[in-house]
């Protein structure tokens, strides 16, 4: 089966730790995302990867950081620089033509 | 800045009901324009549109794009209860690499 996973589903957190979102895709896409998605508001760019070893900031990157080292991988660290990290994050991924973006389930982190 | 907005951001109907949703975008150069629905966690694809004037159709889901007015809207016919989800646009912007979404709109069906 073709898809992206995102593990943990929930996760929880004390405020001051850092935490690690997984996100792995078996779709050989070039690209990934992060976005940041938060109750009544639409999706927020945290960072992208056109290709390995190589990532952009998106538009809320403050607090959070990437690492491509592998090209399913693309994990996500939400660092205790993060004002106010509870929220639900979504991984996607894509073709480099982009306009088709296939999602993860999702995380919650909720931090405490 | 490049900026993607819907309304309304929220929408409760009866079921049967029509709807329409809109997304408004300001973008400096224009690529495509997507339509997503997130029922519970991931968002699906639904539609890309690139070309004004052309309707996409899916089922009782349609939508169009005004490249002129820079909007487009998401028509829904016959509404049923399995059609209660958040709807999100987005737009790609030529060389970005990367969608701007809007806020959402939350979407309803009631028996």
């Known amino acids: 089966d073709g898809g992206i996973t995102q593990s943990p589903k929930y996760l929880f957190r004390k405020e001051g730790q850092n935490v690690t979102l997984s996100c792995e895709q078996n779709?050989?896409?070039?690209?990934m995302y992060w976005y940041r998605q938060d109750p009544g508001q639409g999706l927020r760019l945290i960072y992208y990867?056109?290709?390995?070893?190589?990532?952009q900031k998106g538009d809320i990157a403050e607090g959070y950081s990437v690492s491509r080292e592998k090209k399913e991988s693309f994990p996500l660290t939400v660092t205790s620089a993060q004002k106010n990290p509870t929220a639900f994050y979504l991984c996607?991924?894509?073709?480099?033509?982009?306009?088709?973006?296939?999602f993860g389930p999702g995380t919650r982190l909720t931090v405490t | 800045e490049d900026k993607v907005v819907q309304s309304p951001l929220s929408l409760v109907v009866h079921e049967g009901d029509t709807v329409t949703l809109n997304c408004s975008y300001e973008?400096?150069?224009?690529?495509?324009l997507l339509w997503y629905k997130q029922e519970k966690k991931a968002p699906t694809f639904l539609f890309m549109l690139?070309?004004?004037?052309i309707e996409k159709k899916s089922g009782r889901l349609s939508s169009i794009l005004d490249k002129k007015e820079l909007f487009s809207i998401l028509n829904i016919t016959a509404t049923q209860t399995g059609d209660s989800a958040i709807y999100l646009c987005?737009?790609?912007?030529?060389?970005?690499?990367?969608?701007?979404f809007g806020q959402g709109t939350r979407l309803t069906i009631n028996p």
């Open positions: 996607a991924s894509s073709t480099q033509d982009l306009y088709e973006q296939y």
């Open positions: 779709l050989n896409h070039d690209a």
């Open positions: 990867s056109q290709i390995v070893n190589d990532f």
């Open positions: 973008v400096t150069n224009f690529r495509s």
């Open positions: 690139t070309s004004s004037g």
């Open positions: 987005a737009v790609e912007e030529q060389g970005a690499q990367k969608l701007v």
